[in-house]
Every structure is written in C-alpha cells, then in structure tokens.
C-alpha cells in the first residue's frame, strides 16, 4: 500500500466515524500534532496504526449499531468473515 493510499485509509476511518483529529488521535494515544503529520503525509503511517484505527471503526460500528461507520472496504470484508463464522 502506497504512503498515498494509507492517508486516504485513515482519513476515510476518521470521516466515517465522525471523529475529529484531535479524537482520532486521543483512541490511538497519541499527540494531535503527530496525528495531523500522519494525515497531512509529513510522517510515514506505521500499518499498526491503520490496523489499529480498523479495529477501532469495527468496534464503534458494532457498538452503536452502525456498519456506515466503517469504511466500504472493511464493511466487504466483515460481511465476507461473518458468512464464514455462520457455516
């Protein structure tokens, strides 16, 4: 995944939750100021990072009932994990 692609994945994440930079930063504990070089490409994205704000968009999506909270790509593959978990 091209440095590109992965500030458009966590932007995506962020904008789907409804999360501000400031609060997106707070879940992955983090300062604003290094969350904002990640999004505006300053900084390399560590993959922990994106993995880790994924799992956190699927966390908020199941607690509040809302599968628009995670980004189209993911919500493919939950849909594709929970026909697994039903065979």
Same mark, same amino acid.
């Given at each position: 995944? @091209? %440095?590109? %692609?992965?500030?458009?994945? +966590?932007?995506?994440?962020?904008?789907?939750? =409804?999360?501000?930079? @400031?609060?997106?930063? /707070?879940?992955? %504990?983090?300062?604003l #100021? %290094? &969350?904002?070089?990640? *999004?505006? =490409?300053?900084?390399?994205?560590?993959?922990? &990072?994106? #993995?880790a +704000?994924?799992?956190? $968009?699927? +966390? /908020? $999506? !199941?607690? /509040?009932?809302?599968?628009?909270?995670?980004?189209?790509?993911?919500?493919a593959?939950?849909?594709?994990?929970?026909? +697994? !978990? *039903?065979m």
């Amino acid at each position: 995944m @091209s %440095d590109q %692609d992965k500030m458009q994945e +966590l932007i995506a994440i962020r904008t789907a939750l =409804g999360f501000t930079q @400031s609060r997106m930063a /707070h879940e992955i %504990d983090m300062n604003l #100021r %290094d &969350y904002q070089a990640f *999004e505006w =490409g300053e900084t390399e994205i560590p993959d922990i &990072y994106l #993995r880790a +704000l994924e799992r956190i $968009a699927m +966390l /908020h $999506a !199941v607690r /509040h009932r809302n599968p628009m909270m995670v980004p189209p790509a993911m919500r493919a593959e939950a849909l594709q994990f929970a026909r +697994l !978990v *039903e065979m």
